[in-house]
């Protein structure tokens, strides 16, 4: 298994560009989410998924959009980038909707977003 | 929503010695309590949690507590080494019912050879 794979690595953004940030992961993993790390915050909930057709809204969504067509994938999506939203984002998923301990989170590597 | 605090933000030991990170939590509800450590440039990975029927719970040089009346649980290494030196986070849910993970701002530990 490859686990939770995230593309690209890193990226550079103007104002205004739109992107989508890349979110797979092949252990058939009900839930998935979107975090975003900034220096002295910790981990903030973006968005998270508990099966393909369902998303929600966590902690800070604005700025964001999110869609899980398949079971695989949870693209994240900034509609207009601005320099706020430069960020380390990190793809998180789990077998069960609810995580627990026996089901823990499963981060991938992480996308290193800039906007200038 | 559940707050989660985390003290103290950095934290500079000896190789050798004993380090303490301690994380608050505001909904009596919580009940499963994971501690994450990412090493510079990687991604956060479990490395030990506590479910709320228990008091403590230990893996090697790794140790943590709960006090669920005082809503505060603790992550213990002991013999710390180098490689121990990371950003700890600690985190907080309310299992099958919870879909968020509620994380601390993160503790930097720096293990001095």
């Known amino acids: 298994n490859a686990g939770v794979t995230q593309t690209p690595k890193f990226q550079v953004l103007k104002t205004g560009q739109s992107m989508t940030l890349q979110c797979a992961q092949d252990?058939?993993?009900?839930?998935m989410s979107w975090y975003r790390q900034d220096p002295g915050m910790g981990l903030r909930l973006i968005h998270y998924?508990?099966?393909?057709?369902?998303?929600d809204q966590g902690e800070v969504p604005n700025g964001y959009n999110v869609s899980r067509s398949t079971t695989e994938d949870f693209p994240l999506r900034l509609l207009s980038a601005a320099p706020s939203q430069t960020s380390v984002y990190f793809c998180a998923s789990s077998y069960s909707p609810f995580p627990s301990w026996n089901s823990p989170l499963h981060f991938g590597n992480g996308t290193r977003l800039t906007v200038t | 929503g559940e707050n989660v605090e985390q003290h103290p933000s950095t934290l500079s030991v000896q190789e050798g010695d004993s380090a303490v990170i301690k994380c608050t939590y505001s909904d009596s509800a919580s009940n499963y309590f994971p501690w994450y450590k990412q090493e510079l440039g990687k991604r956060p990975q479990l490395i030990i949690d506590i479910r709320s029927n228990v008091g403590e719970k230990k893996d090697q040089r790794i140790a943590v507590t709960l006090n669920k009346t005082a809503k505060h649980f603790s992550l213990h290494i002991t013999e710390t080494q180098p490689e121990d030196s990371a950003v700890y986070f600690c985190?907080?849910?309310?299992?099958?019912?919870?879909?968020?993970?509620?994380f601390g701002t993160g503790t930097s530990l720096t293990v001095i050879p």
């Open positions: 985190a907080a849910i309310i299992t099958n019912t919870g879909n968020q993970f509620y």
């Open positions: 252990m058939n993993h009900e839930y």
């Open positions: 998924s508990v099966g393909a057709g369902i998303t």
